[in-house]
């Protein structure tokens, strides 16, 4: 029999985006380049060779993608800002036509009761910093918080919620570690560099963020709240054999305890140095640093998808860790579906903050098509999405303070290495034309959002 799960008044229904995977425009209105840009045209990075040249070509079609949320009910809507949009050389010169697109899009989003939550840096750095060493350089991190203090002085009172970055883990590790990602390096050894002048600057943008709320006028609403999201996934070990009980911790704390720990505790956690330090891998902490990293912030927003299964394995020299499938089936990409995932990954960061906490992505990867009768029939994304949200009530149900739950995504788009290949969307992007198309997920989505829950 199927049971009605309601969630609590004021819950945050939402989709997200990110600027690179769905804007286009790559050089319009005074944008300068951006690793992105840079690292998908050159030849061989995108598994299908699309770029995000044209995406969803939502820089010109975002009054009908405002339209489309309007439709579905969307409660509130992620998406993100792309530095190089508002400075085309990263630091300098503003280019007002990149910060009028954003005011644009965030009244409209306000004026149909839609709450924006805006990250300040999905992975697409102005190349002219990354000419100046990137992340690598600890001067990134001051760049990024003037570019942050800009942001909150124009945009900063009529947006409820500001993320600093988006999953750090996944911009060090592919982007820096394994190169599928821009900047496209392949340099284990600056891990720990890169991701801590991550942390470090999103420290200093929470610095530049309540410095400004200090000198801002009396607002009418609450006021506006800042937080990072996460990549947190639950690890499981392949085995009880210590070896990979061993190996699983190590993952486990690579992935989440190094950037929760020094967030939420002012340090980096002792064993993921010394496995990294005995490698060689450092992280150029400088006195101060941990502080500012640690700052108070107002909320945490974890994107979780699946689980991870680690083994053991001695060819590894860096992680000594491989991740093996697990006996669930799995979506387009191979991640395995895996709804506990949600409240295994809450429980992770509970263990760390008691402060309200966000699902800000979670979604599933598929193959869509438009049948001949013009449905985009995705009952496994409708399965997908279900099974997770009603693990979302049960976590609510369990104390733990989750406000919100944000699909990805709200459209298909680029899925960065994989290019156009992997849909996640709940419009389905016809590509050639830039046609939306509302798959069953759309609909069935709409209808919990109205009934501000789902029978399951
Ligand atoms: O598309 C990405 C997004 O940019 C970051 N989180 C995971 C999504 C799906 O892979």
């Known amino acids: 029999m199927s049971q009605e799960l309601r969630f609590p008044p004021g819950f945050l229904w939402g ?9 286009g425009a790559w050089h319009e209105d005074g944008k300068g380049e951006s690793i992105w840009d840079r690292f998908a045209h050159t030849p061989g990075t995108i598994a ?15 009054e009908e993608d405002v339209a489309h949320m309007v439709a579905m009910g969307l409660k509130s809507y992620r998406f993100s800002i792309a530095w190089p949009r508002i400075l085309p050389a990263g630091s300098g010169a503003l280019n007002q036509r990149g910060l009028d697109f954003y005011r644009r899009l965030i009244e409209a989003l306000n004026r ?68 599928d990602h821009a900047p496209g390096r392949r340099n284990p050894w600056q891990l720990l560099r890169i991701g801590h002048h991550l ?18 006028s009396t607002l009418d609403g609450p006021a506006p709240q800042i937080g990072i999201v996460l990549a947190i996934w639950p690890h499981h070990p392949a085995s009880t054999r210590p070896r990979d009980v061993r190996a699983n911790r190590f993952a486990d704390g690579a992935m989440n305890r190094l950037f929760l720990e020094p967030l939420f505790r002012g340090r980096y956690p002792a064993d993921v140095l010394r496995h990294f330090a005995w490698r060689g891998i450092r ?9 500012l990293i640690s700052a108070p912030i107002d909320f945490l927003g974890l994107n979780t998808y699946s689980r991870l299964i680690n083994q053991y394995d001695p060819l590894n020299l860096i992680s000594g860790t491989r991740q093996v499938p697990g006996p669930g089936p799995v979506d387009a990409i191979g991640r395995e579906i895996y709804p506990p995932c949600i409240l295994e990954a809450l429980r992770i960061a509970r263990a760390y903050t008691s402060l309200p906490l966000y699902i ?38 369990k ?11 709200l459209l298909d788009n680029f899925e960065w290495s994989y290019g156009q290949r992997m849909r996640f969307g709940l419009l389905y992007t016809d590509f050639a034309t830039s046609r939306r198309i509302w798959k069953r997920s759309a609909h069935w989505y709409r209808e919990v959002i109205a009934r501000n829950g789902l029978l399951h």
């Open 283 to 291: 992280a150029p902490v400088r006195p101060g640093d941990l502080e």
């Open 112 to 179: 149909h009761g839609i709450i924006p939550n805006v990250t300040l840096y999905h992975w697409d750095l102005p190349q002219a910093l990354q000419d100046r060493g990137g992340w690598a350089n600890r001067d990134t991190a001051f760049r990024f918080a003037e570019y942050a203090a800009l942001i909150f002085r124009r945009l900063g009172a009529e947006v409820p919620l500001w993320a600093t970055h988006n999953e750090p883990f996944v911009h060090v590790y592919n982007g820096h570690a394994i190169g």
């Open 15 to 23: 989709a997200a985006t990110a600027a690179y995977q769905i804007e």
């Open 399 to 409: 104390g733990i303070d989750l406000r919100g739950y944000y699909v990805w995504s």
């Open 199 to 216: 942390l470090l600057s999103h420290g200093l943008a929470v610095e530049a963020f309540r410095a400004e709320a200090s000198h801002a």
């Open 360 to 397: 800000t992505e979670n979604g599933l990867a598929c193959h869509d098509v438009v049948g001949s009768d013009g449905v985009v029939d995705d009952a496994a994304r409708i399965a997908y999405l279900r099974d997770h949200i009603a693990v979302a009530h049960q976590a609510i149900q």
């Open 48 to 62: 299908d060779g699309t770029t995000g040249d044209v995406a969803c070509d939502h820089y010109h079609r975002w």
